[in-house]
């Protein structure tokens, strides 16, 4: 029995050693333990990952006992990480496994997704695939999501990669979605000049085009990226389906106004996007900026309104206005657009009671006037209207 254990605690001295050698690019040592035959090339180790760039999971996959800020790796995928070129070539001299997926990566994902060209032109030349999936269902190309590593998708596709492989997952998403997604211009031309469908739809029947309209905003900084407004006209140049639908019957103006987006807004419409088309909640572009107007606090929603009305976008139902109110009552020249539409509206005591105390307080002459100048008017002219649902 102490015999075992002593042969125990030297493999195990043994492949503390060989983790060592590997976090500090001792390849000389490596190369004497692999030679030798002391450690398994293939060895795998537990280490911290707490960017979670060794580890890739399946939705609804769980191991409960298992930490996430740690993850399984065999001795390449830490090279890969580390970027340790020489202790990459020794492991692979030695025959180390190069699709293995110990944590549900494969080296060449990780290669793709530290944007390391070097690792991804060796990992390549010894036989990593192109076009294997992590467990979370995605190829190499899909973890290209930055311009840095623009010159891996380059390589990649080069090398034979799929520029149209969707990932194996929920979201059947394709490489040009994700740079569509990302934000990253050059990445899009690229793939569309190697042969990406341009109006290839996801699981969601989104095309590349709605989701880099709907990816325009960052939610939490509340700002549009001039990358993805780029990127939408490329994909119109494209000749991208400027009115296609997705699973919810929304286009990607639906997209644009849910954003309050004006800037893509006009773009699309310029392009011929329909102004009045409904999608499967009954909701037209023009609603959606009403729903969105009070939680978009960077956006110029005068403009957003006026655009769609100059393109013929259907008005409130008059006798609904006090809806407008109720979601514009802090942009008075949002509420100024969307009244000077009208050739006749009566006010009603729901105005009043659409806006908030201090909101009234804050623009006390504009709606003063507005009230005194549609007090008294004859009835409204009623032409090209909408209801409002009644959940705004």
């Not at 995928?77 to 997926?101: P, Q």
């Not at 036989?127 to 999936?133: L, Q, R």
């Not at 569509?180 to 989104?206: K, M, S, T």
Request: charged share 20%; net charge negative.
């Amino acid at each position: 029995m102490g015999e075992r254990k002593t042969h125990a605690e030297i493999a195990k001295g043994m492949k503390k050693a060989f983790l060592q050698a590997l976090q500090s690019n001792d390849y000389r040592t490596l190369e004497e333990f692999l030679t030798q035959k002391q450690v398994d090339v293939d060895t795998v180790f537990e280490v911290e990952d707490e960017n979670f760039l060794l580890a890739s999971y399946r939705q609804g996959y769980w191991l409960p006992s298992y930490k996430l800020q740690h993850s399984w790796a065999t001795g390449l995928h830490l090279s890969v990480l580390y970027g340790h070129l020489e202790s990459l070539r020794v492991l692979l001299k030695h025959k180390a496994t190069i699709n293995c997926r110990p944590n549900g990566k494969a080296a060449i994902h990780i290669a793709c997704e530290a944007a390391n060209l070097d690792c991804v032109k060796i990992l390549c030349s010894h036989g990593a695939k192109t076009n294997c999936y992590s467990l979370s269902g995605m190829a190499p190309l899909h973890f290209c999501t930055t311009r840095l590593s623009m010159s891996c998708a380059q390589q990649l596709i080069w090398r034979g990669a799929d520029v149209n492989i969707r990932t194996n997952n929920q979201d059947e998403e394709t490489p040009l979605h994700t740079a569509a997604r990302c934000g990253i211009p050059e990445l899009v031309a690229f793939y569309v000049e190697h042969g990406a469908a341009v109006d290839c739809g996801n699981a969601h029947r989104e095309t590349p085009l709605a989701c880099a309209v709907y990816w325009a905003l960052n939610n939490t900084e509340q700002t549009y990226s001039a990358d993805h407004h780029l990127i939408c006209r490329m994909l119109l140049n494209y000749n991208a389906d400027i009115n296609a639908r997705d699973e919810d019957f929304k286009t990607p103006l639906h997209k644009a106004a849910w954003n309050c987006d004006y800037v893509l807004m006009e773009m699309l419409l310029q392009a011929g996007s329909e102004a009045n088309v409904m999608d499967d909640n009954g909701c037209a572009p023009l609603q959606y900026i009403l729903k969105q107007t009070g939680v978009r606090p960077g956006a110029q929603v005068d403009r957003c309104y006026q655009l769609l009305l100059n393109y013929g976008a259907a008005r409130i139902y008059p006798p609904q206005f006090h809806k407008v109110l109720q979601a514009c009552s802090s942009y008075p020249r949002a509420v100024e657009v969307i009244l000077n539409t009208y050739e006749h509206i009566k006010s009603t005591a729901k105005w009043r009671a659409a806006i908030p105390d201090d909101i009234f307080e804050l623009y006390k002459d504009f709606y003063e006037s507005l009230f005194e100048a549609c007090a008294n008017t004859i009835d409204y002219h009623v032409s090209a209207t909408f209801d409002v649902p009644g959940g705004l």
